[in-house]
């Protein structure tokens, strides 16, 4: 069964970093990716990538988080760089595995950006 493990989340100040992980397994996987929910607000895509490795991110977070994969390990990153209060949420990692076309959700990992 596909498994997804996340790390890399927490509590920090405005104009900080975080990398965020999710390790993978169970199967293959073709989009990799993170989404988030703020307080209020409904999920939406952060960054995806493929495994052929073309990218994909929201445009509030263009220029400041960049996402990357070890296809080898199944892992997906994604390191925020200048954090804003505005991207205070949870983050979710995600995943669509080949065989089925079926996503696959993370439990969550808190992200707060302190102003």
């Known amino acids: 069964q596909v498994q997804l493990v996340e790390s890399g989340g927490g509590l920090v100040q405005a104009g900080g970093s975080l990398r965020l992980s999710c390790a993978a397994s169970g199967s293959t996987f073709y989009v990799m990716g993170w989404y988030r929910q703020a307080p209020g607000k409904q999920r939406g895509m952060v960054a995806t990538i493929t495994s052929g490795g073309s990218t994909d991110y929201v445009d509030s977070v263009k220029g400041r988080f960049t996402i990357s994969r070890d296809n080898a390990k199944n892992t997906v990153y994604l390191q925020m760089n200048s954090l804003k209060p505005e991207d205070t949420a949870v983050y979710y990692c995600?995943?669509?595995?080949?065989?089925?076309?079926?996503?696959?959700w993370g439990q969550g990992t808190q992200v707060t950006i302190s102003s």
């Open positions: 995600y995943v669509k595995i080949i065989a089925s076309w079926r996503d696959y």
